[in-house]
């Protein structure tokens, strides 16, 4: 049975962990030349441990159409904070948020969470 605080550490590959303020800006300094998507994950959440496990089992994305960053913003708040000023996005968790050219173009949360809500919008 999945246990969704077995995998809190383990991520799918292809993505990126963002750990501070100066990566979030690299991040989005890159979403100029490819698209970029912010996954903010709480770690003691439940909801968001199966938002994760959903992205994760489903991932196909080539790491040529975007770059998936991953935020544990339990252990970097200071960044989901950057996040949310820097994109003008409100703050949830879980949170998805697709950016291109700089800007935020689509966020969801909780349970809106799906690799195709992405995908229809790169």
């Known amino acids: 049975m999945w246990n969704p605080f077995s995998s809190r550490e383990n991520l799918h590959q292809s993505w990126q962990t963002i750990q501070s303020v100066k ?3 690299d ?3 890159e979403s100029h030349l490819k698209p970029i998507i912010l996954f903010k994950h709480s770690t003691s959440c439940s909801r968001s441990a199966f938002a994760k496990h959903r992205l994760e089992s489903s991932y196909s994305l ?3 159409a ?3 960053y991953y935020l544990d913003l339990l252990n970097h708040r200071d960044v989901s904070n950057a996040i949310a000023a820097e994109l003008n996005v409100v703050h949830q968790s ?7 050219k700089g800007k935020a173009v ?6 809106s969470i799906s690799l195709r809500s992405i995908e229809e919008r790169l």
């Open 27 to 29: 991040a989005i300094a």
């Open 23 to 25: 990566e979030l800006d």
């Open 106 to 111: 689509f966020n969801t949360s909780h349970e």
């Open 62 to 64: 080539s790491p040529d």
């Open 66 to 68: 975007a770059t998936f």
């Open 94 to 100: 879980p949170q998805i948020i697709l950016v291109k």
